[in-house]
């Protein structure tokens, strides 16, 4: 069994994979190919929003999303004490200050309710990650963001394709991103991400930034970084995103079948009231974590734990935050969070067999 059985998709699609990456080579047109600005059409009808720009990565689409909200060393951005660490890290790079918020125990993103108690006269924006799948409650961030005159990101890096009231993942934020890593829900085959904006300024300076700076050949209106999509990553992702919304229902099928088997052993997670999740990741919580962990790994069942340090303790953030500063639920989830085999072909079969020797070893 396989954590993010990638192999089985590529069999699955080999014939349409094996195709479009032919002609890309047969083209010999590896970057901004004509497949980058048909990946870029489709991603903006799937998601509803008027630009999408493709870009190297998830990372680096947080870092272009931040040059074209112009942040300035010094001014601080909100963002969640739980996550990955992309985001935060993109503030601390372009020498802003991340501020920590707590995040919420139903859900596991960011909590409206902390952040209000964090913004100061230097708080430009908040960066709200939509972790495991699910977005954050974007409605009252951005009445928060609206209120105080901020911008908002949307982190979609593990929900594109997710839904929120009825809207897609990363259309629900003047500028928002994701990731296109091999693992995600959408992934390519090496690194690549992308950023989504119906503004049509901000979109345009994301293209111009993503490409040194340059408004034309040779002609650079800022400093900007080799920030592009190669035209490969693009054609694979074009045949993925066909097949798309099919692996959506199957992860949800899948969500499903794993809270019917395990409800009632151990902590599962919450699909709050019109949302639906896109199951980046299933992730439990149970008290003895390590311990279950080892166990299943002796019945070659592989799982991970997201994530096993929260950021304000990661050495990169000491000068950040103060050592009497308690974030009590994201570490109580470091502590108790193990994410379980979740792919967009995973069988009902697979998942009775996890969740069997789950029930079996807690």
């Not at 829900?185 to 340059?214: I, M």
Request: overall charge negative.
């Amino acid at each position: 069994m396989n954590f993010c059985d990638l192999n089985k998709q590529y069999q699955a699609y080999q014939q349409e994979i094996d195709a479009a990456i032919h002609s890309v080579i047969n083209s010999s047109s590896f970057i901004n190919g004509k497949e980058i600005e048909l990946l870029e059409s489709e991603l903006a009808s799937f998601t509803g929003v008027n630009h999408a720009i493709s870009c190297s990565s998830g990372t680096d689409a947080l870092l272009l999303a931040l040059m074209a909200l112009e942040v300035k060393p010094g001014d601080e951005v909100i963002c969640p004490a739980f996550s990955f660490i992309a985001s935060a890290s993109m503030i601390e790079f372009y020498k802003a200050t991340p501020v920590f918020v707590d995040v919420s125990p139903i859900d596991f993103n960011i909590d409206p309710k902390r952040i209000e108690e964090k913004i100061t006269p230097k708080t430009k924006g908040i960066i709200a990650v939509s972790l495991y799948g699910q977005c954050a409650d974007m409605d009252a961030i951005n009445a928060i963001a609206k209120e105080y005159g901020l911008w908002v990101i949307e982190d979609g890096a593990q929900s594109f394709g997710a839904k929120y009231h009825g809207k897609r993942s990363c259309s629900l934020t003047e500028i928002a991103t994701t990731s296109f890593f091999p693992a995600k829900p959408l992934g390519c085959y090496g690194d690549g991400g992308a950023v989504f904006t119906n503004n049509d300024e901000l979109a345009e300076k994301v293209k111009t930034f993503r490409s040194h700076g340059q408004t034309k050949r040779y002609i650079h209106k800022y400093i900007g970084i080799n920030g592009r999509m190669d035209t490969l990553q693009a054609a694979i992702l074009r045949v993925k995103l066909k097949h798309f919304e099919d692996e959506i229902t199957n992860r949800q099928k899948a969500a499903e079948q794993y809270y019917k088997q395990l409800n009632g052993h151990v902590l599962l997670p919450e699909i709050v009231e019109n949302r639906e999740s896109v199951w980046a990741q299933y992730t439990i919580g149970v008290s003895q974590r390590n311990e279950l962990k080892t166990k299943l790994a002796q019945e070659s069942i592989p799982t991970a734990v997201h994530y096993p340090l929260i950021l304000p303790h990661q050495e990169a953030f000491r000068n950040n935050v103060s050592a009497q500063e308690l974030f009590e639920v994201s570490e109580l989830l470091s502590e108790t969070v193990l994410s379980l085999p979740m792919h967009g072909l995973i069988t009902i079969e697979e998942i009775n067999q996890v969740a069997n020797a789950i029930i079996n070893n807690i």
